[in-house]
C-alpha cells in the first residue's frame, strides 16, 4: 500500500501537468468504416461441444504463455509526453512501464510523442505507421472512421465488459452507424459558466441570502455584464476572439440562438450554415456585448488561458469553461468559495452544452493482441473502468493535493459509468472543499437529456478560425460592420474547404 501511495502522488503531479498542457482552445475543442479483422465467428458458432472445450484450454494455455512471458510483440505509445514534460516522462519509466512488463514481460511499450494533427495522421495511418494507441477530439471520429483510419475495438471491449461501462453518450459519438466502436475516452468535459462570487457580490447581484444570482440566459449574461461594468467597472464576461478559441467558445452560444452550423450529408458530404438568421441573432449579442464595453478591453487579446488571468484577477466576473478547468483560478490565487461554475445560459433557440474531451484511438494495423496490450497500459495509467486499490489511493492523493493547493474537490464528468464513478464520489464527498448547492445545477443540467451536444462535423478546427474572423471584424467596428455580409463570407470559404474535403 505504501508504495502505491507514492506512485499515486507522482501521477496526480502528471495529472496537474496533463491538465496545464492539455486544456488549450484548439486541442481541447478539435474539428473525421472498416470491417473488424475477426472473420471467423461463423465457424465458432458451428463448433461441437468437444471443439469449444479444445477452444476453452488453449485460452488457458495461452493464458499461462501470458503469465509466464510466453507472448511476444510490442506497442508503440502515441500518448508518451513530449520531451519538455519531465516529471510525465519520468512516471511513464517509472511507474508504468515496469508495471505493465509485470503483466506483460515480453512486450515491448515504445515510447512515440504524438500530437495529433488530421493532415500527419491521415498521412501515418495510410502509410502503416500510426502508433498503436494515441489521443485524439472527440470531433475526429466519424472522419476516422468513415475512412478506415481506426481500428474497431469492439470485440476487444466486449471480452473485457468496457463497452457497456463508457458513458453512452460518448460511447456513440466513438462508434459507427452499426454501433461498432472505435476508442475509449480518456477524460470528458462540458462547457459552462465560471462565476467570480466578489464581483458579482459587489455588484449587488445576488439573492435574498446572499448567494450569487447567476444569469440563467444570454439576455441575461448582457443585462449583468453592464451592472458589472457600471457598479465595479470591471467587464462583466471575458470573450476569447485571439485566435480558433473565439469560434469555439461562440459556436457553444450560437446553438443556444437554435444555429446549427454545418450538417453532414448521407452521401459523405458536408453543407456550411454559418449564415443562418440564427448565427446573425448570436453574433448582434456580441455586437451589443462590445458596444456596451461588456466585456474585457480589447477581446483580441484574449485566448483560453487570459480567462482564467480576468476571473483569477477580479477583472471579469463570467468566463466560458469546463470542469476540467477549475485548477486554472486556483492557480492564479482564488480560494474554492471565490468562484464556482453555473450551466451554459440557455438563449432563444433552446439549451444546449458542449461535451469534449480526449478519446483514445487505435492504429488500423493493429492486431486485435496488440489493442489489448494498449487497453492493459491504460488500465495501468488509471484511464479505465476498473476499480482496484491503487486507483483509490490515486483519487484520494488527487483529493487530499486539490484540498492542499485550494482547488476545488467537485464531482468528476464520468467518461465512465458504474463502479468507478460510484467510488470516485465517495473520495469526492469525503474531501469536498466547495459549497456544493453553488455548483450542483452546472452537473444536474450536463446530465439533462439533450443538454449535451457534440462540436460540429467537418473540418471544426477551420470554422472557428473564420469565425474567429468575424469577431474580429465586429469588435474593430462594432457600429459599422455588416454582420450578414461578414457570415456570408465566411460561409462561403467554409464550404470551398468542406467541398475540398
Known sequence: MKKRKVLSLILVSTMIMSTLAGCGNGDSAGSSAPATEETNNAA????????????DAAANSAADDSASGGESGSITLGIWPEDTETEAIATHTDYYVPAFNEMHPDVEA???????????????????????????????????????????????????????????????????????????PRDAYSLGLMINVKLFTDAGLVNDDGSVKYPTTWEEVYEDSKIIREK?????????ASDGGGGWHWSNIAWNYGATLCSANADGTYTSNLNSSEAVAAMEWVQKMITDKCVTDDPTQENWGTGFDRIGTNTAAMYIAANDAVDQPSYRGMNPDEFFLAPMPAGPGGHFTLMGGTPYFFSPDATDDEVRWALDYLEVMGKSPEV??????????????????GIPVIPTFPAWVGAVVDEQNKVIDEYTNIDMDLWQPYFDFSKEEGALRAEEPGDTQTMYTLLNDVLQAIIADPSGVDIQAELDSANDAYQAVLDAM
Open 44 to 55: 465458432d458458432d458451428s463448433a461441437t461441444d468437444d471443439n469449444a472445450a479444445d477452444d
Open 110 to 184: 515504445v515510447p512515440a510523442y504524438y500530437k495529433y494533427a488530421p493532415d500527419t495522421y491521415v498521412a501515418m495511418a495510410t502509410a502503416g505507421n500510426a502508433p498503436t494507441v494515441f489521443e485524439s477530439w472527440y470531433t475526429e471520429p466519424e472522419k476516422l472512421i468513415r475512412n478506415g483510419l481506426v481500428k474497431d475495438i469492439t470485440d476487444v471491449l466486449n471480452e473485457r465488459g468496457w463497452a457497456d461501462s463508457m458513458s453512452p453518450a460518448i460511447r456513440d459519438l466513438l462508434s459507427d452507424d452499426n454501433g461498432r466502436i472505435y476508442g475509449v
Open 232 to 240: 465595479t467597472g470591471e467587464a462583466g464576461f471575458c470573450m476569447q
Open 388 to 405: 482496484s486499490d491503487a486507483a483509490r489511493d490515486g483519487w484520494t492523493a488527487d483529493a487530499e493535493y486539490r484540498v492542499e493547493k
